[in-house]
């Protein structure tokens, strides 16, 4: 379970810290993170546009913008951001699958293969059979059986991953079941928390 006590220490620390570094980006990023942990979606997106306002550069690398705006129901905007950061690593297949995730909850969007942007290669075995999910060239059970043999990061990725395509593609039940079953692999990994933030957002 999520240790909620500890995040509000760090959320304290990063108040703090951005109040003696109100132009260092670096503190709006971090508080960014530790607002969307807490589900605090807005003022992570806050943060986030703070950090890029002092450092422009910042742009193409604030993925976590990327998530908030999924979860605020900015799905053009959350795709935009995934399309900038796919600038500077074309080959990134979780950024390219959130972007299908922004794109398949726009309304009136037809999702289709054509949506998903081609990633030709990823060195992560797991990864690259995600991207196969959601492109359907291969099966959930395929995705799982990598995921298995990688351990409880892979077990966790695998099922966060089956969870979403279900849900990207309106079956519900099954993305409840996965995505629940997902957390079941404790992580500190900032997608173990989107897992919970999911759930709590859904009412799951």
Known sequence: MI???EL????TYWNNYIKINPHEPKGYVQRGMI???LANIEQSITDFDCAETLDSSLTPYLWQRGLSYFYAQRYLEGAKQFEIDLTVNSQDVEETVWRYL???QCQNYTINNNKLLVVKNDSKKL???IY???ANTCQVNEVLNVGKKEGVKGNFYAHLYVGLYYESQGNIEDAKIYLIK???YQLDDYMWYLAHVHKYLRNW
């Open 132 to 134: 196969q999910l959601f």
């Open 102 to 104: 922004c794109l398949s």
């Open 8 to 11: 509000q220490e760090k959320l």
């Open 182 to 184: 997902s957390l079941e």
């Open 3 to 5: 240790n909620e006590t």
């Open 127 to 129: 990864l690259n059979k």
């Open 35 to 37: 607002h969307f942990k």
